[in-house]
């Protein structure tokens, strides 16, 4: 979920929604940020005061500048023909697709009605036949940027951001085992006076959960965000401890889970709307390794999303359950005026990281809003935006082990521009992507498959 842009609010038809739901206890924060904070965004904020807001679009304004000049991308690669899960009058955004064990589909997004945004969910057997879009947010207003995960035993896990007619905002989870129904909204983020955003979770193993976000005391706008997170073992969740520490904005927080059981947490550091710090923590048995700056020694960037491989070349960490596994991490990086130069890979073990990877190298446009996912062979697909003006859709390129091959198209929407996929991969090595694409106030959800 981009942060940077003004709120643009869509014209649609109202949804029944369930009644409230009964908040949950949340602890303040532990380590919290003192004189720091992150810089949060009124409702109509003032002209140039769009930094440090988050943007509930995910339309940024570079999509407004003049693209770079260059070659295109080649054509539409082996994806299948996209298929649009959203309609009018109220579109999507922000999607997120899991894949559970027994291969069925799941996807979230979120879209926009006269009463508030609402978080829908949708599944699918095969791709092609999908569940009708049901209301999952159980909270009036404005619910954003979801995330979701599909658990071992077939349960989901979702997780989203809800704010208050005045912006103050909390995080929200909800569960649902195999065959059964959503269960009670759980709020995760301190109850009242505060501002958070980009809220993920993760698996951890035997059953415990990584949770992360971005936060603030509310009404400061000079504050920065500080990066957070939180544990749940055996049911009970710890205090939220502080990633970052406040002397820069955080932002984008993300956690993923890896194959042993631990997980890769990551984060951005720096003025919103500007070239950032990318940072990196493993986590395990109910805690965090101490940060550690992706950027000190490489590309600045934002936005980490991870996928890792299988290999034979000595431990992951001290904690692991003696599998190996390799990282890769993909960013994109911002130039002058806020501009999105480049998409970077970068494949390592925590404090031992290789080169940086441009698979967007040599192209013309602006380049953004990366997702990586592997199949079971080791392949690695790579998805990100491209947008050159006129022509703007999203992108792939692949990795079988000899670099990155020449970026392809995914599909030909031919409207609006790309943004925010997210990308899984089934038991028979298939890589299944949903992304949102349109203008400013308005977006649809598509869906694709890659077949190798």
């Given at each position: 979920m981009s942060l940077l842009l003004t709120l643009?609010?869509?014209?649609?038809?109202?949804?029944?929604?369930?009644?409230?739901?009964?908040?949950?206890?949340?602890?303040?924060?532990?380590n919290p940020p003192?004189?720091?904070?992150?810089?949060?965004?009124?409702?109509?904020?003032?002209?140039?005061?769009?930094?440090?807001?988050?943007?509930?679009?995910?339309?940024?304004?570079?999509?407004?500048?003049?693209?770079?000049?260059?070659?295109?991308?080649?054509?539409?690669?082996?994806?299948?023909?996209?298929?649009?899960?959203?309609?009018?009058?109220?579109?999507?955004?922000?999607?997120?697709?899991?894949?559970?064990p027994d291969d069925a589909l799941h996807a979230v997004y979120y879209d926009r009605t006269d009463d508030g945004d609402v978080v829908r969910y949708r599944q699918s057997k095969d791709g092609k036949d999908?569940?009708?879009?049901?209301?999952?947010?159980?909270l009036t207003g404005r619910n954003w940027g979801p995330d979701l995960v599909a658990l071992a035993d077939g349960g989901l896990v979702l997780t989203w951001d809800h704010a208050a007619p005045d912006f103050s905002s909390q995080g929200w989870m909800r569960e649902r085992a195999l065959g059964g129904e959503w269960g009670e909204a759980l709020r995760l983020t301190p109850e009242s006076g505060y501002e958070v955003g980009s809220t993920h979770i993760a698996p951890a193993g035997d059953g415990a959960m990584a949770y992360v976000y971005i936060g603030r005391t509310f009404g400061d706008f000079s504050r920065p965000f500080v990066a957070y997170w939180r544990w749940r073992e055996g049911g009970e969740w710890t205090a939220p401890v502080a990633f970052s520490d406040g002397s820069a904005s955080a932002w984008h927080t993300n956690v993923e889970s890896r194959p042993d059981g631990s997980v890769a947490a990551g984060w951005d550091e720096g003025p919103g709307g500007s070239s950032t710090l990318v940072y990196v923590a493993s986590g395990a048995d109910g805690a965090f390794d101490a940060p550690e700056n992706l950027s000190?020694?490489?590309?600045?960037?934002?936005?980490?999303?991870?996928?890792?491989?299988?290999?034979?070349?000595?431990?992951?960490?001290?904690?692991?359950?003696?599998t190996d596994h390799t990282d890769h991490v993909v960013y994109f990086h911002r130039g002058e005026q806020s501009r999105p130069l480049a998409v970077y890979h970068r494949a390592g073990k925590p404090g031992a990281w290789g080169p940086v990877n441009t698979p967007s190298e040599g192209?013309?446009?602006?380049?953004?809003?990366?997702?990586?996912?592997?199949?079971?062979?080791?392949?690695?697909?790579?998805?990100?935006?491209?947008?050159?003006?006129?022509?703007?859709?999203?992108?792939?390129?692949?990795?079988?082990?000899?670099g990155w091959s020449a970026p392809l198209r995914v599909a030909e929407i031919s409207w609006g521009k790309p943004g925010l996929p997210s990308i899984d991969v089934d038991s028979k090595g298939t890589f299944h992507v949903v992304w949102n694409q349109g203008v400013r106030g308005y977006n649809e959800v598509y869906y694709a498959t890659l077949d190798l």
């Open positions: 643009a609010l869509a014209c649609s038809t109202p949804d029944t929604e369930a009644p409230t739901a009964a908040p949950a206890a949340a602890p303040a924060p532990a003192g004189q720091h904070g992150m810089p949060s965004k009124p409702a109509h904020p003032p002209p140039g005061g769009e930094q440090g807001m988050q943007d509930p679009s995910g339309f940024p304004k570079f999509h407004d500048m003049p693209a770079p000049d260059g070659p295109e991308p080649g054509p539409v690669g082996a994806f299948s023909e996209p298929l649009q899960l959203t309609a009018k009058p109220t579109g999507g955004y922000r999607p997120q697709i899991a894949i559970g999908w569940t009708a879009p049901e209301a999952v947010s159980p000190r020694n490489a590309k600045q960037g934002e936005r980490p999303h991870w996928a890792f491989t299988t290999d034979g070349q000595g431990g992951l960490t001290d904690h692991t359950d003696h192209l013309g446009g602006y380049h953004f809003d990366p997702e990586i996912a592997v199949n079971q062979e080791g392949v690695l697909c790579m998805v990100w935006g491209w947008d050159a003006g006129e022509k703007a859709e999203l992108l792939y390129s692949l990795n079988t082990g000899e």
